[in-house]
Structures are given as structure tokens and as C-alpha cells.
């Protein structure tokens, strides 16, 4: 295993760790941002835990997070896409669907990234050109069995809100953008819409969705890749569509109409 990504990996597992001995399945104390989404003390201390590890072992690399530095100055660096936990409203909830995502990009494209769920025991991993993996077994993204009428479309809270869907697949909202793109990745979900994901949501499953076979592109045809210097990403959203193969989405792109 390339040592980067065995960093990657190790990394978080240690701050998943660290999440669950902060995690009450009562619930937990939460503050709105500005845009109106929750955080809490959980995601600042996994923040600064993985920007401290990270520049540590790699001074040189650029790093970019949801809530410590959200602005790329310059890109001819390794830089480093992090949420230190994607699902933030499941875990101030109690819920179990929560966790941390890394990766890493070369030249502005993603070439490591690991999503790991603690409480599902689930690590998801890929790196460029070498496959994508879950717990060590390689992933592969599938049809549903011929006549199977239990596959799903994963969606965000807000898809109903913006969107009229017409998709013949039985819907199912996840409360985590990268546990639906890894449900997709493995198979699980068929087809995949998140609405509002930021560049760190997305940065480790994109490069897993696509090692694994599965299809992923942007709703609105936005590039999110290669990653911009002098970009704020904090306000940059990248609606994304993911299918088990492109003629999925693309069908899936017929029952997707925005609301005026």
C-alpha cells in the first residue's frame, strides 16, 4: 500500500476515535453557521487534530477544510480536502451514519481518498488507477439483480425542496453526501443526488466512485476538479449525481426538474 495513503487511513481511523468518544447517542449541543448548517465542537477539534497531523508529517503540502481554511491560495502543491465529519446533523442527533473524509490531490485531482464510518466499522479507500476498496476488499459498483425491486435513490433533504423527482426507485435520505456516494461505489444505493455539497463532501468519494466503476458528474456541469487557487470554496456548492453506470444518470437526469 502506497505510504500516503496507509497515512491517510491511519489518520482516520485515529479521528474517528476520537469522534465517538466525543459522540452521545442522546444527542449534542450544536451551533449554526452562517449558511445555516449545524456544527459542532466535534468537527472544530477533528478539524484542527487532522490539519495538525496532516502538516506534520507533510510541512510542505496545502491543506483546505470545512471549518479552519476553506480558501486554496495556490495549487502546484499537494493539497489536502478534508471534512472532518460529513453528517454533522446524525451525529448531533445520536444517529450512526456519520464520518471523516480525506483526500489528497495532485495537480488539482483527487489521487487518494478515504471515507471512514466509525460506528458502521466501514473504510472506504481508493487511490488513483489502483481500484477502490472497503475494509480491504475491493469495491465494485453493481446493477441491481435482474427483477430486484428493493434498489434505492439516495438523496439529500433538500432535493425535494428544490427539485420535482420523478425516479421509479424506492428514495432513501442518508443524512452524509459521502456515505451516499459510497452507497452507490458498493453497490447498495443504485443512484445518488446530493444537492448542496462543498468541495470537501465530495473530494474522497468522487475518486472512489469513479475506482470502483461507478459513474459521477455534476447536476449543474460544474467542474469541481481540477481544484482552483485563489477559490473560496465555503460558498461554491457542487450538486452531484452519481449512478451505478452514465446511462442511469442519464435517465435519472429526465426525472430531475429544478422548481421555479
Given at each position: 500500500?502506497d ?5 491517510a487511513?491511519?489518520l ?16 449534542t449541543?450544536?451551533?449554526l ?8 465542537e466535534?468537527?472544530?477539534?477533528a478539524?484542527?487534530?487532522i490539519?495538525?497531523s496532516?502538516?506534520?508529517?507533510f510541512?510542505?503540502?496545502v ?7 476553506p480558501?486554496i491560495h495556490?495549487?502546484?502543491k499537494?493539497?489536502?480536502v478534508?471534512?472532518?465529519l ?7 442527533l445520536g ?7 480525506i ?7 483527487p489521487?487518494?481518498g ?9 473504510m472506504?479507500?481508493a ?5 477502490a ?14 427483477g ?5 435513490f439516495?438523496?439529500c433533504t433538500?432535493?425535494?425542496?428544490r ?6 426507485y424506492?428514495?432513501r ?6 456515505y ?7 453497490g ?7 444537492t ?10 468522487w ?9 459521477v458528474?455534476?447536476?449543474d456541469?460544474?467542474?469541481p476538479?481540477?481544484?482552483q ?6 460558498g461554491?456548492?457542487?450538486p452531484?449525481l ?8 442519464s ?6 426538474t429544478?422548481?421555479p
Open positions: 500500500m505510504s500516503t495513503l496507509r497515512f487511513e491511519e482516520a481511523s485515529e479521528t474517528g476515535k476520537r469522534l465517538l468518544e466525543l459522540f452521545n447517542p442522546q444527542g449541543q450544536t451551533n453557521k452562517s449558511d445555516q448548517s449545524v456544527v459542532t466535534a468537527d472544530l477539534a478539524d484542527r487534530f490539519a495538525e496532516i502538516l506534520k508529517e510541512p510542505d503540502d491543506l483546505i477544510s470545512e471549518e479552519l481554511q480558501t495556490a495549487v502546484n499537494p493539497i489536502w478534508v471534512d472532518p460529513d453528517g454533522t446533523t446524525n451525529y448531533s444517529l450512526p451514519i456519520w464520518g471523516v473524509s483526500a489528497r490531490t495532485i495537480k488539482g485531482w489521487e487518494i478515504v471515507v471512514y464510518f466509525p460506528i458502521l466499522a466501514e472506504f479507500t487511490q488513483r488507477g489502483t481500484g476498496y472497503l475494509n480491504g476488499e475491493p469495491l465494485h459498483s453493481r446493477l441491481p439483480f435482474p430486484n425491486t428493493t434498489s434505492f439516495s438523496c433538500r432535493t425535494h425542496q427539485y420535482d423527482i420523478r425516479i421509479r424506492k428514495t435520505i442518508l443524512g452524509s453526501a459521502c451516499t456516494m459510497c452507497a452507490v461505489a458498493r447498495m444505493a443504485i443512484l445518488g443526488f446530493e448542496t455539497p462543498k468541495i470537501w463532501d465530495i473530494a474522497a468519494s475518486l472512489i466512485l469513479t475506482e470502483s466503476g461507478a459513474a458528474e455534476t447536476f456541469r460544474s467542474k476538479f481540477p481544484l487557487a485563489e477559490m473560496d470554496y465555503s461554491l456548492n457542487f452531484i452519481a449512478g451505478a453506470t452514465e446511462e442511469i444518470i435517465d435519472a437526469r429526465r426525472g430531475i429544478a422548481k
